[in-house]
């Protein structure tokens, strides 16, 4: 079982759809939660951390439920620019803080 | 603040040859890095964690004679793959920390095609 479960994608929306990705992670010792954003042949990019009482950046919203493991990110409004991959990380502590990455979902916006 | 760089942004070298990439922490002292690896459609993995003047420590599956790593100041660490194979071929990411159980500050990554 992979650590860091999410769905691949790729999800299809026009422009000002609002779309949310979920990530499940395994190890319940699991620490600090957050989304990054990927382009293509990019390194990730951190987008927003993400706390149990829910957290909102602009057009973003990532929620974490610790009790199922489950952490969500919705976007508002999507733009074009919203395209690229977004990757669920977890961090764990095993002497240093290790970054745990799930595969990403892969989100297309179209005009 | 906070910059990371890496070099070469991409190689392309030959079955059997060594390849160095250098990975640079250009306005903080970074004591701790961390060498990821992703290959297509799959996660970054952690390869190994370094701390200045230390011996990098592998995580399991990773072959340190293969992946030799150097962190020999607090601004750069070096990945050298030794007797690279097509099957090396990835995308090599490190990141850069002030400590342990710091933010670690991602670099560009280098693209790494062996033939």
């Known amino acids: 079982r992979k650590e860091v479960e999410q769905d691949p994608g790729p999800f299809n929306v026009p422009e000002g759809a609002t779309v949310a990705f979920n990530c499940t992670y395994s190890?319940?010792?699991?620490?600090?939660f957050f989304w990054y954003r990927q382009d293509c042949r990019k390194e990730p990019k951190l987008l927003m951390s993400?706390?149990?009482s829910g957290n909102e950046d602009g057009r973003f919203t990532a929620q974490l439920n610790r009790a199922s493991q489950y952490i969500s990110l919705l976007i508002r409004d999507s733009k074009l620019s919203d395209s690229a991959t977004y990757l669920c990380?977890?961090?764990?502590?095993?002497?240093?803080?290790?970054?745990?990455f799930g595969t990403g979902t892969r989100l297309l916006v179209s005009p | 603040g906070a910059v990371v760089s890496q070099h070469p942004s991409w190689v392309i070298c030959k079955s059997g040859t060594s390849v160095k990439i250098e990975c640079r922490s250009l306005?903080?002292?970074?004591?701790?890095m961390f060498w990821y690896r992703q290959f297509p459609k799959q996660s970054l993995m952690l390869m190994a964690t370094?701390?200045?003047?230390?011996?990098?420590?592998?995580e399991q599956g990773v072959e340190k004679d293969k992946f030799l790593i150097n962190h020999a100041s607090l601004t750069l660490s070096t990945l050298t793959v030794t007797s690279a194979h097509p099957e090396d071929s990835s995308f090599y990411i490190c990141?850069?920390?002030?400590?342990?159980?710091?933010?670690?500050?991602f670099g560009p990554g280098t693209r790494l095609l062996v033939l």
């Open positions: 990380v977890v961090t764990l502590n095993t002497g240093f803080q290790k970054l745990v």
């Open positions: 190890n319940s010792a699991s620490q600090s």
């Open positions: 993400v706390y149990s």
């Open positions: 306005d903080f002292q970074a004591t701790t």
């Open positions: 370094s701390n200045e003047g230390s011996k990098a420590t592998y």
């Open positions: 990141t850069a920390s002030q400590g342990l159980m710091e933010t670690q500050y």
